[in-house]
């Protein structure tokens, strides 16, 4: 694409960098702050740049904080006893949604993938052991909310054994087939796994 | 949603914003860019904010320039005996990549609208006929290359008559069955159009 000033080119490029924005889409987004007021374009770079430059962790679970310690951690309504295993941020984002879970988080930063380089080591796993240790009131269970894959289940396996000495309560969140999915479509392996891991009707 | 930090709240709000971008990917995008290097955020911001402050349309076109007068307009081996007229400064990019069109252009910066309030007024359509009037080597053809919608036909029998006096050749881009388009499929109104507008295989 050809276009007519190295400012609109700039921009275009900058903006095409982020996930899922193509050259197309990043010209259209650029024309719209063109046809808007400068004040949008300077409230949007604004934002950004002080969103990156001021962003904080909680010391506590590695979620996003404007505070030492996030609003979940010192949530007077939470039950310090459970924490919530999780890759990242978004996921505590989509639990939270749901408003079906009341405990803690610890967000890992990641998924234990050898593909990828990323080892035990890069991951907070260190600072879940401690969090566990020196956890007043006791943490009494951990669930883990990795993703579905082998390098969520080798995570969760290497947590598991990690954690042992706690002799702690630990699961995973369930999987089996999505609430209003056809089991006809549903893959083999999602189905078996339904199957040999059915929920009684006493609820056990 | 919720978000646990004000910075990302504001950042967000702000990216969703632009057209197309909900809640959702802008949340996306935000995480994207707390992964990255800050330097990223850094580009991407001043990019925009540069863009926004800097840029400068042609004197003569209204397309967007670096200099005073663009690049078309001053290109030698352009024709400067047609001028195409276009809403707006996207149809130019859009016209320059089937590198079928050599001429000028000239951006009126919208389409005559009673409905969104837009008459000629609003539009350039002073700066057209005054470039038409002064032009040298004259203007010999223009065409119209709008929308083929009320508002888009109504804006060229409009600017048809206020050229009259200077004897111009006027055309419109043609209205027809898209190459690659099934006829069955074809809407009635584009194929009606199609079958009137037909082109003789002499090439007349």
Chains 1, 2 share one sequence.
């Not at 004040?39 to 506590?60: F, G, K, P, W």
């Not at 590695?62 to 990242?88: A, L």
């Not at 990690?162 to 995973?172: C, D, G």
Request: contains cysteine; proline residues 4%; aromatic residues 6%.
């Amino acid at each position: 694409m050809q276009f007519a000033s190295k400012l609109i080119e700039e921009a275009v490029t900058e903006i095409s960098r982020l996930p899922g924005i193509g050259k197309k889409t990043a010209l259209r987004l650029v024309l719209f702050l063109l046809k808007e007021e400068k004040a949008i374009t300077q409230a949007l770079s604004h934002a950004l740049q002080n969103m990156r430059e001021n962003i904080r962790y909680c010391d506590v679970c590695h979620n996003i904080s404007d505070t030492p310690i996030c609003t979940i951690c010192t949530g007077h309504r939470r039950d310090q006893s459970i924490i919530c295993v999780v890759e990242d941020i978004p996921d505590i984002l989509a639990i939270e949604n749901t408003a079906q879970y009341n405990g803690l988080y610890h967000v890992l930063g990641g998924i234990i993938s050898p593909m990828e380089g990323m080892g035990p080591g890069e991951l907070n796993i260190e600072s879940l052991v401690n969090r566990i240790a020196t956890a007043n009131p006791a943490v009494q269970e951990i669930i883990f909310a990795l993703s579905p894959t082998m390098e969520g289940d080798t995570t969760a396996f290497y947590l598991t054994k990690k954690l042992k000495a706690f002799a702690l309560k630990t699961s995973t969140i369930a999987r089996g087939i999505p609430i209003g999915g056809e089991l006809e479509y549903t893959d083999e392996i999602t189905l078996g796994r339904s199957i040999l891991s059915r929920i009684a009707y006493d609820g056990k």
